[in-house]
């Protein structure tokens, strides 16, 4: 059975395609117990909607599906 962190960053990497098709993306900068942490790339860099992508996108699909206590921190 796969790691939680594995399990995160294998999530990410289907979650990449929905920002990808926007002309951005995201990298996986580390995993910390349970707070991952990300830089978003390309148009999701700089977007004004970057923090809701974060926490209403990317953070609520890995609580879901993953782990209730998943946070996610954006890194600059």
Excluded: F, W, Y
């Excluded at 002309?23 to 995993?31: A, F, N, P, T, Y």
């Amino acid at each position: 059975m796969a790691t939680l962190n594995e399990q995160i960053a294998a999530k990410l990497e289907t979650l990449r395609g929905m920002l990808q098709a926007d002309g951005g993306d995201l990298e996986l900068v580390d995993i910390e117990n349970k707070t991952v942490h990300l830089r978003l790339r390309g148009a999701c860099g700089c977007c004004p909607h970057a923090m809701m992508t974060l926490k209403s996108g990317i953070e609520r699909v890995l609580r879901e599906e993953l782990d209730p206590e998943i946070t996610v921190e954006r890194v600059m």
